[in-house]
């Protein structure tokens, strides 16, 4: 359990979503003691967690009638916006934390429709697999208008994860979890393209899987800080790898994926942001000013 939870709390919490991330909240909750109710649109979701002590709801509304927070874990935002609309007299005066994975502009959107209906809207970006709520390490972000109701709730929210709380616009949370998500997807493409060219010869990916860990962990030590650093003073220029240099060594990739016999088409708009950055006259600063070209403005 996050070191920051209690080990049993009385407050009535409601979950709407039992997939397998809502059923793993649900289960924090009825561990930490609190009284639990749990709607899903598919019913049959809810009895693991009746058999553990929740009180299943058969309809959303009867869910958020039961406690004065409301937890919402469904596929998208959509989902959130189709179930929440019809329910929202009987949200009103209630606290709504939204984890479902989304963007800021949809918190946002989210956050001003429960305003006008006098919902609290608190989003949330959950830092965690399933498997890893209520365990050590696992940490979710949140961001909403109304900080004290994020206060007031924190305790019961400290039996799913860590709580990290980064600001009053509603749509930080989803921005802070996306930044994260967008460097874990780009290293975890890299990771599948890797793991392709080596098996292009019939080696196992296991025999490169040590090396490319050990690569990735210390690229990333200082790719990360020294980039945001960089970033941060807008200083760019470098004496370790420049961009002119990477750009003309770059092709050696794409030929090579070619060569061995897979697509190149993840790494081309790496090499064409690369032309770009040379051509523009940045050709003798380092990586942290390709944060700079993806940005329209
Ligand atoms: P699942 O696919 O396991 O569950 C999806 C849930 O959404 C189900 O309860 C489903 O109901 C419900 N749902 C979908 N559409 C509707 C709808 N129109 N009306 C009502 N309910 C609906 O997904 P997860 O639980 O894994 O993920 C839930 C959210 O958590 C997602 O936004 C995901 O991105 C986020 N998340 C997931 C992580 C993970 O590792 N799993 C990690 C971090 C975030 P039904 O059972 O009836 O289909």
């Not at 609190?34 to 709801?57: C, F, Y």
Request: aromatic share 6%.
């Amino acid at each position: 359990m996050p070191s920051n939870s209690p080990k049993t709390d009385s407050s009535p919490v409601s979950v709407l979503g039992l997939g397998l991330m809502g059923t793993a909240l649900a289960t924090a909750l009825i561990g930490a003691g609190h009284p639990t109710t749990v709607w899903n649109r598919t019913k049959s979701k809810t009895g693991p967690l009746a058999a553990q002590g929740a009180t299943p709801a058969d309809t959303a509304r009867d869910a958020i009638t039961a406690a004065d927070l409301v937890i919402v874990c469904l596929t998208t935002n959509d989902n959130v916006r189709a179930l929440l609309a019809p329910e929202a007299d009987a949200l009103a005066g209630r606290t709504v934390v939204n984890l479902t994975n989304g963007t800021p502009g949809q918190a946002r959107e989210l956050a001003e429709w429960a305003a006008a209906h006098g919902i609290t809207y608190i989003d949330g970006g959950i830092m965690a697999v399933p498997q890893m709520i209520a365990t050590p390490g696992a940490y979710i972000f949140y961001s909403g208008t109304d900080e004290a109701a994020f206060e007031t709730h924190r305790p019961t929210l400290a039996a799913l994860a860590d709580t990290k709380w980064v600001g009053k616009d509603p749509g930080l949370a989803a921005l802070y979890d996306l930044s994260l998500l967008t460097g874990m997807y780009g290293m975890a493409m890299g990771v599948a393209q890797a793991f392709a060219m080596i098996r292009s010869e019939g080696i196992p990916a296991r025999e490169l899987a040590p090396l490319l860990t050990d690569w990735i962990i210390a690229m990333t030590r200082g790719l990360v800080p020294e980039g945001a650093e960089a970033l941060d003073t807008d200083q760019h220029l470098t004496d370790v790898s420049n961009l002119a240099m990477n750009r003309e060594a770059f092709p050696n990739f794409t030929t090579a994926f070619a060569e061995q016999g897979l697509h190149t088409d993840l790494f081309e708009p790496l090499q064409d942001l690369l032309d770009r950055a040379v051509e523009q006259g940045h050709g003798a600063d380092g990586f942290s000013r390709m944060a700079l070209l993806l940005n329209k403005d």
